[in-house]
């Protein structure tokens, strides 16, 4: 498989290991997320869930082809809609998450649904019936997981993404679900989270001894993509802050900035201004705690 294949469904990425990869739809990528599959001994975890009833069922179909073994771990990388509304599918299984992603499930309620419906018209008919399901095993830190051969650290780098992150290393074969905190060739969205929390924890993944990354979004790949999105995290914070200090409004600094490569990615036009808006939110917490 090369690393840069960005077609979609199951790859196997080691012996037992795999990531389910959706490509942009016809809106863009919002939406359109991955997830991934761990095989044990005797049952399996997932990695997310996806959003949409379709969505979900095709990744469902695609782990009945690999294997036969039972889904009895649900790992929810955070709270957002597209990695979160297919977890009903796995029940009886333990659903395991930070314990901020537990807080926002609940408090967006099955309400959430509808909200989703409402953002994105688009899905709102694949996404009649969902019925939202919570996490019911929660951790602050990290939990490890025992999958057969498989050690799955599942642990929260920090606020990044969101504020209930939470990421899957398997140390043994190298390979990293990194949710969220990479998107791939798509522009991340950093509405939820903290802009500057963000580029320490991909400094900190950078460090770990992790050869292949699948992404939340965007084809599965390694370092040198994750830098190539954390070079662009950074520039988004270097112009945000010039702005931030001459009192120009996010509007024009996202007008102004120079985009290079992130034309081509996924979903820019809409994300660029609220991410230079969360990078604000950062500077204006930081002026206000006098840091
Ligand atoms: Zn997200």
Same mark, same amino acid.
């Given at each position: 498989?090369?690393?840069?294949?960005?077609?979609?469904?199951?790859?196997? =990425?080691?012996?037992?290991?795999?990531?389910?990869?959706?490509?942009?739809?016809?809106?863009?990528n919002? !939406?359109?997320?991955?997830?991934? +599959?761990?095989? $044990?001994?005797?049952? /399996?975890?997932?990695?997310?869930?996806?959003?949409?009833?379709?969505?979900?069922?095709?990744?469902?179909?695609?782990? *009945?082809?690999?294997?036969?073994?039972?889904?009895?771990?649900? +790992?929810?990388?955070?709270?957002?809609?597209?990695? &979160?509304?297919?977890? *009903?599918?796995?029940?009886?299984? /333990?659903?395991?998450?930070h314990?901020? /992603?537990?807080?926002?499930?609940?408090?967006? !309620?099955?309400?959430?649904?509808?909200?989703?419906?409402?953002?994105?018209?688009?899905? #709102?008919?694949?996404?009649?019936?969902?019925?939202?399901?919570?996490?019911?095993?929660?951790?602050?830190?990290?939990?490890?997981?025992? =999958?057969?051969?498989?050690?799955?650290?599942?642990?929260?780098? $920090?606020?990044?993404?969101?504020?209930?992150?939470?990421?899957?290393?398997l140390?043994?074969?190298?390979?990293?679900f990194? !949710?969220?905190?990479?998107?791939?060739? &798509?522009?991340?969205?950093?509405?939820?989270?903290? =802009?500057?929390?963000?580029?320490r924890?991909?400094?900190?993944?950078?460090?770990?001894?992790?050869?292949?990354?699948?992404?939340?979004?965007?084809?599965?790949?390694?370092?040198?993509?994750l830098?190539?999105?954390?070079?662009?995290?950074?520039?988004?914070?270097?112009?945000?802050? &010039?702005?931030? +200090?001459?009192?120009?409004?996010?509007?024009?600094? #996202?007008?102004?900035?120079?985009?290079?490569?992130?034309?081509?990615?996924?979903?820019?036009?809409?994300?660029? +201004?609220?991410?230079?808006?969360?990078?604000?939110?950062?500077?204006?917490?930081?002026?206000?705690?006098?840091?």
């Amino acid at each position: 498989m090369s690393l840069l294949d960005w077609s979609f469904g199951m790859k196997e =990425l080691a012996d037992g290991v795999f990531a389910y990869v959706q490509p942009n739809g016809p809106h863009g990528n919002a !939406g359109y997320s991955n997830a991934g +599959l761990i095989v $044990g001994d005797d049952y /399996c975890a997932v990695v997310d869930t996806l959003g949409t009833r379709s969505m979900q069922q095709g990744f469902h179909d695609a782990i *009945k082809r690999v294997t036969s073994k039972p889904v009895s771990r649900v +790992l929810l990388t955070h709270h957002h809609a597209d990695h &979160v509304f297919g977890v *009903k599918r796995f029940m009886p299984a /333990c659903v395991i998450a930070h314990r901020a /992603c537990r807080n926002h499930m609940v408090q967006a !309620g099955q309400g959430d649904v509808q909200r989703w419906a409402r953002k994105r018209p688009f899905f #709102a008919p694949d996404l009649e019936g969902i019925e939202v399901v919570y996490p019911d095993l929660t951790f602050d830190d990290q939990v490890t997981l025992h =999958l057969g051969a498989h050690e799955v650290k599942f642990f929260h780098p $920090g606020v990044a993404h969101t504020d209930g992150d939470a990421v899957a290393w398997l140390p043994a074969t190298k390979i990293l679900f990194a !949710g969220d905190l990479f998107f791939n060739r &798509v522009c991340p969205a950093a509405f939820a989270g903290s =802009l500057q929390g963000w580029i320490r924890a991909v400094k900190d993944i950078l460090q770990l001894d992790v050869d292949v990354i699948v992404p939340g979004h965007g084809p599965v790949a390694g370092k040198p993509e994750l830098r190539r999105m954390l070079d662009y995290l950074e520039l988004i914070l270097a112009h945000a802050r &010039v702005g931030f +200090l001459a009192n120009t409004e996010p509007e024009a600094v #996202a007008h102004e900035m120079p985009l290079g490569e992130l034309r081509e990615w996924a979903d820019t036009e809409e994300r660029l +201004l609220e991410d230079i808006r969360r990078a604000y939110a950062g500077f204006q917490a930081e002026t206000a705690s006098g840091a």
